[in-house]
């Protein structure tokens, strides 16, 4: 198996494992374990439905959207390779990061939508503090060595998360 970097062996597993949308599901799923194992912890109202249907809802818009731009600019959307391009239009004119946002939006979703207010209160922050610590950070220092001063820029006037 050749990982996103190109190695090979248990090394390229393990990359493809640490990937942005693995560790979603993983959230996903132990969101959902708590909203069905532990009901007493969980509140529901159609409120909260349509809370959980906007935020997946407008997730996925924006992935839909960060990905198109990624087309645009013929870049890779692996977070561990090198960036072709840095990407400062359409939604990345508003948030330096709209997918991992878009991850975010769909985990606390779900939890709404589950009931599950205790992973909306706990697993949401984790999930934003490992993303910030696995890709986000490591991807802006390669962004930073590749684009200098254009990064530096767009950095400036332009939120990591919103």
């Known amino acids: 198996m050749q990982g996103p970097t190109g190695e090979t062996g248990w090394r390229a597993a393990l990359r493809w494992f640490d990937m942005p949308p693995v ?3 993983l959230f996903l799923a132990l969101a959902w374990l708590q909203a069905s194992r532990f009901p007493s912890l969980t ?6 439905d349509m809370l959980g249907g906007l935020l997946v809802g407008g997730g996925l818009l924006l ?3 960060a990905v198109m731009e990624f087309r645009r ?22 948030s330096r ?3 991992y946002l878009g991850d975010a939006m769909i985990l606390s979703g779900f939890c709404a939508y589950w009931g599950g207010w205790l992973a909306l209160a706990v ?4 999930f934003c503090w490992l993303i910030t610590d696995r890709f986000i950070a490591p991807e802006e220092a390669r962004l930073q060595k590749a684009f200098g001063p254009q990064f530096e820029a767009w950095a400036g006037r332009v939120r990591r998360w919103l």
Do not use: M
Request: aromatic content about 8%.
């Open 23 to 25: 560790w979603l599901v």
């Open 43 to 48: 509140w529901s109202h159609p409120l909260t």
């Open 63 to 65: 992935l839909a959207l």
């Open 73 to 94: 600019a013929r870049t890779s959307i692996v977070p561990h390779r090198e960036a072709e391009a840095l990407i400062t239009s359409g939604v990345y004119s508003r």
């Open 97 to 99: 990061n709209p997918i």
């Open 123 to 126: 697993l949401v922050p984790l």
